[in-house]
């Protein structure tokens, strides 16, 4: 224990998203009390699929998670590329055993409410980690002897709780970022996504089979199973300005189907065969700026909300818990430092990833000659180059 009794007390985190409960088990793990605060009054279910490829399936792994994910995933073996200009097939990428042999764990396409479930269910049963719900962090403040204490809102009244550190894992519209000097503010893309998701016997089995990602003009749609299986994943993605901070935000499908006017007759019945979609606006935080100052550091959306293009923003958050906890030992003698240890580590990772998702925004989105060559190259590309091709991103674990 530090001379202040640090020790003793807890490392608050702002926010029980994806981010906060996976880094909320890596610190129990390394014998820190952990406080959760998140504003919402319940964690509910939103949001749709998410790929969970290897990179994030070999950190839950050491949090001997996989066996319980696993009855909600699917590992799908091919991805197909089509155009969604044409209709026609450009490309299949392998997927499925071939990226699991080659990395050593599968890729998962899951629902975000079963991840977030089963996160949950492990930190509530977990001794040491408390979970406060409707509480919103809004400040960190310090005496002049160096206590901390996080002052947090909840229905009722303001409340504070000394702590060691505070962890910002409070999503893209972090309120956290505003006590690290310098930050970076969410910046609307200009594009929004629709996201829905069906029972799977509600399609016709051609989009059942393998998931598909379909490429147009400052468009694209990708689909794939979900909830083991039975439901059907919808992502559409267009250009519209429109911006709201939910990810709840009710959507009308006729005005999807108006963005999606151009496309093929197979695709337009595909979105109008729900009418519950969620809209999302979508928004980056650029992961060059600074994500740490004192005894606050900030991990996943808050530090660097990325492009849904490479589909690596929750694998991001779940890299991040893994290593903030081992820079943070539970006699940590130096917060501050550790935390910028901990931001200098993951920079340039994060920095790159978030970099291939911008540049995966302008290719999926090409029109013209760009397009055609963009194409030519897909139809010449073998799968398993297509899948080899993000091994640096898919490849890491951990411990490297
Ligand atoms: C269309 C789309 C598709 C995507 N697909 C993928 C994918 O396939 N794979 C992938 O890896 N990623 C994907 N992502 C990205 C992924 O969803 C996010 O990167 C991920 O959810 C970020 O997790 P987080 O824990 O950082 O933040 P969030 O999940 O946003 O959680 C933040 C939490 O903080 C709480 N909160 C906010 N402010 C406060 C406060 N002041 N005090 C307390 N609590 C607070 C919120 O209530 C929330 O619970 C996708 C994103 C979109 C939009």
Redesign the pocket.
């Known amino acids: 224990m530090s001379a202040n009794g640090e020790a003793d007390l807890p490392i608050i985190i702002?926010?029980?998203?994806?981010?906060?409960l996976t880094a909320a088990l890596f610190l129990r793990d390394r014998g820190h009390q952990v406080v959760l605060?998140?504003?919402?009054n319940v964690?509910s279910e939103v949001?749709a699929?998410?790929?969970l490829s290897p990179n994030?399936c070999a950190v839950l792994d050491r949090l001997g998670l996989l066996q319980e994910l696993e009855p909600h995933a699917n590992a799908p073996d091919n991805l197909r590329i089509w155009s969604g200009t044409s209709g026609r097939q450009l490309a299949t990428v392998r997927m499925g055993s071939f990226l699991k042999m080659r990395h050593g764990y599968p890729f998962w396409q899951i629902h975000?409410a079963d991840l977030q479930r089963v996160l949950l269910d492990k930190a509530r049963a977990t001794p040491g980690i408390s979970i406060k719900l409707a509480?919103?962090?809004m400040d960190l403040t310090s005496t002049p002897y160096g206590n901390l204490t996080c002052i947090y809102q909840d229905a009722d009244m303001t409340g504070n709780l000394a702590c060691k550190a505070l962890i910002g894992?409070?999503?893209?519209?972090?309120?956290?970022r505003r006590l690290v000097p310098g930050h970076e503010n969410a910046r609307f893309s200009g594009q929004v996504?629709y996201?829905t998701t069906v029972p799977i016997d509600a399609v016709p089995r051609r989009w059942t089979t393998d998931p598909g990602l379909w490429l147009h003009r400052d468009s694209h749609l990708v689909h794939y199973p979900v909830k083991g299986g039975r439901h059907l994943n919808i992502?559409a993605l267009a250009e519209e300005n429109w911006q709201d901070e939910r990810w709840s935000t009710r959507a009308d499908r006729e005005a999807l189907l108006h963005l999606f006017r151009n496309w093929p007759a197979e695709i337009r019945n595909l979105l109008g065969s729900s009418d519950e979609w969620l809209k999302?606006a979508?928004c980056s935080v650029k992961a060059s700026g600074p994500w740490s100052h004192g005894h606050v550091a900030l991990?996943?959306?808050?530090a660097h909300?990325m492009l849904?293009y490479m589909?690596?923003?929750?694998?991001m958050?779940i890299e991040d818990a893994a290593i903030l906890a081992r820079h943070l030992p539970v006699d940590v003698e130096n917060v501050p430092a550790a935390l910028r240890a901990f931001e200098f580590h993951r920079k340039a990772r994060v920095t790159h990833v978030q970099k291939v998702s911008f540049d995966n925004a302008r290719t999926y989105h090409y029109s013209g000659a760009l397009a055609l060559a963009r194409d030519t190259v897909l139809r010449l590309s073998k799968p398993t180059s297509l899948a080899t091709r993000f091994d640096d991103i898919y490849g890491w674990t951990p411990e490297q």
């Open positions: 702002a926010g029980a998203g994806i981010g906060g605060l998140d504003k919402a964690l949001g699929g998410l790929q994030a975000r509480c919103e962090v894992a409070d999503g893209v519209w972090s309120r956290v996504a996201r992502v999302w979508l991990l996943g959306d808050a909300a849904p589909a690596q923003g929750a694998a958050a």
